[in-house]
């Protein structure tokens, strides 16, 4: 197994341009982490950037529900070399791409060999195509969703003023600066009655943070609670657009002008060089 994944991290030490890998989590369900995923990525997608959304949420897949559409096939079918990774990318709205993980994750884990080394080199192509790839990722810190957190260089924490939200969303961030402390890390207030609930949730979390981690989050911006948007969820369209005008939709385009156009500090992974990095924390 070592071997393998020494081979694997020479596979992609090649320099290339690397998509931007975004992984949206939550120390807890329920908490609307796919809503925003998926309105996230269609408001990059508005800002001309090139997206692709990556569903690996294997407890409650559901980036597919919000978006109306039903994918037949998933990255498992690729890893298990049933498919190409071209006939599993699922067309959406305004050029998003979307990707369903399905049981990817259980299967990359048991790679090895000619068939690993297919699967990493066919995942060039997504770095070529791609801006930015959303993350849909479970929640909760067990070892399959943290595989995929702690492998990103960009997460986005997702939370509510809902008190237990908030004590697992310390949990989880705890554990994100523990094991990746070079990541950059936001936090986004959901489903807030007021913009300044929304702040004293980020700024309850962070006193959490100093005092015992000695460390802050980046609180990056938050959504309102309104019926839009379980008009949306239920009619399943995206709420962006659904509601175009709505306060959680303009929120959802300060989040993503925020995302496009800062300067990235630090230098994406890509596509090839974020699955190695998988595979190593499924490997162990």
């Known amino acids: 197994m070592k071997d393998q994944a020494e081979g694997l991290r020479k596979l992609v030490a090649k320099k290339e341009r690397a998509s931007r890998i975004i992984a949206v989590t939550s120390g807890k369900g329920g908490v609307g982490k796919t809503n925003i995923a998926v309105n996230l990525a269609l408001a990059l997608c508005q800002m001309n950037q090139r997206v692709a959304l990556l569903d ?79 993350l849909d990722t479970g929640a909760g810190i067990h070892r399959n969703v943290l595989s995929f957190v702690l492998a990103a260089s960009e997460v986005l924490v997702v939370t509510t003023p809902e008190p237990t939200a908030i004590t697992d969303a310390y949990g989880l961030l705890k554990v994100i600066h523990g094991q990746n402390p ?23 979390l962070n006193s959490v943070l100093l005092e015992y981690v000695k460390w802050e989050v980046e609180y990056i911006g938050y959504i309102l609670q309104e019926s839009q948007i379980a008009k949306a969820v239920s009619d399943q369209q995206p709420v962006l657009l659904a509601f175009p005008s709505a306060m959680s939709s303009r929120s959802l385009k300060r989040i993503a002008g925020v995302l496009a156009g800062e300067k990235v500090q630090i230098a994406p992974l890509g596509i090839k060089g974020f699955f190695s990095k998988v595979y190593d924390f499924l490997s162990v």
């Open 56 to 134: 690996v949420d294997l407890g409650l897949a559901n980036a597919d529900i919000v978006l109306g559409i039903t994918p037949t096939a998933n990255l498992g079918h690729v890893i298990r070399g049933e498919k190409t990774l071209r006939e599993v990318i699922v067309e959406g709205p305004l050029g998003l791409k979307i990707l369903s993980g399905g049981s990817g994750v259980a299967d990359l884990a048991n790679l090895n060999g000619w068939r690993l080394e297919v699967f990493i080199k066919s995942l060039e192509q997504l770095n070529r195509e791609f801006d930015f790839v959303i």
């Open 182 to 204: 070079q990541a950059k890390v936001r936090l986004v207030v959901n489903m807030a009655k007021s913009p300044n609930e929304a702040e004293a949730v980020a700024d309850k």
